[in-house]
């Protein structure tokens, strides 16, 4: 199997923060598809040095294999 292969099995962690994008797998943040919001806003802020406090206006979405972690949105 491709490395491509591989990666695109592995459940993913989709990020937008302070204007940037990352993709990782969750296992580098010693996640699975099970953890809580509070887990992955913690993982992620370690991984990325940061505070937790500056993903307090995000929002975690759940799809089949990928968490994605965004800004909430505004309408109107």
Not at 11 to 32: D, F, I, K, V, Y
Not at 53 to 69: E, G, K, P
Request: aromatic residues 2%; proline residues 5%.
């Amino acid at each position: 199997m491709s490395m491509t292969a591989q990666i695109l099995e592995q459940p993913m962690l989709h990020l937008r923060l302070n204007g940037h994008s990352a993709e990782l797998p969750l296992r580098a943040l010693r996640l699975t598809m099970a953890a809580s919001d509070e887990q992955i806003k913690q993982a992620v802020a370690c991984h990325f040095e940061c505070p937790v406090a500056a993903l307090d206006q995000h929002v975690v979405i759940r799809h089949q294999a990928t968490i994605v972690v965004r800004p909430e949105a505004i309408y109107g």
